[in-house]
């Protein structure tokens, strides 16, 4: 039988498992700072470090600093993202703030208000429509 291995193109797929959440209807103020991925659909005040990625939900809201690798934002940013390897804004999300990154793809509909910091002169932002359902 021929093994065969799938390739995991949506950012989503990179999430790990074992992530902090700050849960809906609730409220964090502080650093959170860890190797695992961070998921947030409450609301959190602080600066996020993570080795691997930040998930800001439908409903989720960050005010501060991320800085990790992988980020996607459904819901509210209001802070700079920088360090990133690839961000994703998706139709909903509303961000206030400077990104730096090497990928981003932002849907139709999002909103962002700052200034993107792309190393390369061939990276350039792409846009997309959402046509999945979120699976987390």
Request: with cysteine.
């Amino acid at each position: 039988m021929q093994h065969i291995q799938f390739k995991k193109n949506r950012l989503e797929d990179k999430v790990g498992e074992e992530n902090s959440a700050v849960a809906k209807n609730s409220r964090f103020i502080g650093t959170i700072s860890g190797v695992e991925g961070v998921l947030v659909s409450g609301h959190l005040e602080g600066d996020v470090k993570s080795e691997q990625s930040v998930w800001i939900q439908k409903g989720g809201k960050i005010i501060g600093e991320i800085d990790c690798p992988y980020i996607i934002v459904e819901g509210i940013l209001k802070g700079n993202i920088k360090s990133a390897e690839h961000v994703e804004l998706r139709s909903e999300a509303r961000v206030t703030g400077n990104i730096q990154t090497r990928k981003i793809a932002m849907a139709e509909g999002s909103f962002f208000r700052g200034k993107i910091h792309m190393p390369s002169k061939e990276d350039k932002p792409i846009t997309f429509i959402e046509k999945r359902q979120n699976t987390k």
